[in-house]
């Protein structure tokens, strides 16, 4: 049975082999897939969270990194709530294409859309960029900013835990309910909570 208050859109994306997919699949399955094949076009997985007492679904949307799926993966842009910007700490050519990536968000997304940078493989010992160089890129670009290993499942669960508070804020500031006391800010400070999950899966490949 369908038992949510907040269905959110989240949208992955990035240059391939970053570990948009492996990000997705440590959250919802709680694995790190091994030899994980490149995404074809768009998959999608669903889980529901807990978030101070409210249910929240989230929809996640891992889109293809390879530009010859591009036009499909544009189109996922609209309708997202968040954005999910992904490179590899230890590629400074995922980090250089980070600005192509924002044009593509500012032409395709919503205005309102969260934006959250993401650097993963920080379990890598062959790091390329520092963590205040992400830092500086986010808060230029009015983006939140983490680091995550989907691979040592570090911060993973905690990033979209965050998104979700940040979205029921957002939504709540837009119309206030009654008996919300919270800050209406922007703020991502979370009340972390182990997700009761009810995570349906999975898998549709558009093409
Ligand atoms: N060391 C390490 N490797 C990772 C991590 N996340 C992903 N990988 C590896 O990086 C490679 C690419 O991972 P994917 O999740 O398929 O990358 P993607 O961004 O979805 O790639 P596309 O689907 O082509 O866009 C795989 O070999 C993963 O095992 C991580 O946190 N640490």
């Known amino acids: 049975m369908e038992d949510y208050r907040f269905l959110f859109k989240v949208v992955l994306v990035g240059n391939a082999g970053v570990g948009k997919t492996c990000l997705v699949r440590r959250f919802t399955q709680g694995l790190f897939p091994p030899g994980q094949g490149a995404t074809i076009g768009v998959d999608f997985m669903i889980k529901t969270v807990d978030i101070n007492g409210e249910k929240v679904k ?44 924002l044009r593509e968000i500012e032409e395709y997304a919503n205005a309102k859309v969260l934006r959250v940078l993401v650097g993963n493989k920080t379990d890598r010992e062959d790091r390329e960029i520092p963590t205040y160089v992400g830092e500086d890129f986010a808060q230029r670009n009015n983006m939140y900013f983490m ?17 979700a508070h940040a979205l029921i804020e957002q939504a709540k500031a837009r119309e206030p309910v009654p008996e919300y006391k919270g800050n209406p800010g922007q703020s991502v400070t979370l009340n972390h909570r182990t997700p009761s999950t009810t995570s349906e899966s999975c898998c549709s490949r558009l093409l």
């Not at 910007?85 to 230890?90: A, H, P």
């Open 58 to 101: 989230l929809q996640i949307w891992d889109t293809a990194g390879q530009e010859r799926f591009r036009s499909i993966t544009q189109s996922y842009y609209r309708s997202a709530h968040a954005l999910i910007l992904v490179y590899d700490v230890s590629s400074q050519p995922s980090f250089d294409c980070l600005p192509d990536w």
């Open 147 to 163: 680091e995550t290993s989907a691979k040592e499942a570090d911060n993973v669960e905690k990033l979209f835990m965050e998104i």
